[in-house]
């Protein structure tokens, strides 16, 4: 509780919401940064983010709360996210966060997601995200272009501790022989 900032975010719909005490308290969470004009990486990475959360069914939004918060707050307002959000079909325990630069600055730093603003121009932002169970204290930072149904059996085996959904544990015999590549 006293090292994460209770700093003020607001979400795609317009709702005002303390970091700590609205989003973070007593939640098993996955929390990346993007940004919504981003043509490169980030619209990949948020839909490699979106099987994770059809991997895990019904555990997001109940068990599990997914915040991708805005790097460019002075561009992502509320309705650009809402628009962004849109565009890949999430469910309603996924929130587009925005909110104030330094508040989006010292969150990054809190969560171990921060390059400096010169490494930033030259490689873009780090493609790294944090998946935390906030009550146990378990952190854990991932590379948000893991395989999806690896992150979804990481956060279900180590953080929901809930048995590996089905669909993701099938045995070896029984494993498709071609990859499959999902269009999405």
């Known amino acids: 509780e006293s090292y994460f900032p209770n ?8 709702n005002k919401l303390r970091f700590y005490d609205d989003l973070l308290k007593d939640k098993v969470v996955l929390i990346n940064f993007i940004f919504a004009t981003c043509h490169d990486s980030c619209p990949l990475e948020t839909a ?4 994770v959360e059809e991997h895990l069914g019904g555990h997001v939004g109940r ?5 991708s918060i805005t790097i ?3 561009h992502d307002t509320p309705e650009v ?17 925005t909110g104030n630069a330094d508040d989006i600055t010292l969150l990054r730093k809190k969560l171990g997601l921060y390059s400096d603003d010169a490494a930033e121009r030259e490689t873009g932002h780090g493609m790294s995200l944090m998946i935390g169970n906030e009550k146990t204290g378990t952190w854990i930072k991932r590379s948000s272009f893991d395989n999806p149904k690896v992150l979804a059996r990481v956060i279900s085996d180590r953080l929901l501790n809930v048995k590996t959904p089905p669909a993701l544990a099938a045995p070896y015999a029984e494993t498709a022989r071609e990859v499959a590549i999902h269009p999405g």
């Open 81 to 97: 996210l809402k628009e962004y959000a849109a565009k890949f079909n999430v469910g309603p325990g996924w929130k587009f966060l």
């Open 7 to 14: 700093v003020t975010l607001v979400d795609q719909d317009g």
């Open 63 to 67: 068990d599990l709360f997914m915040y």
């Open 48 to 51: 490699k983010l979106r099987q």
């Open 72 to 74: 460019t707050p002075e």
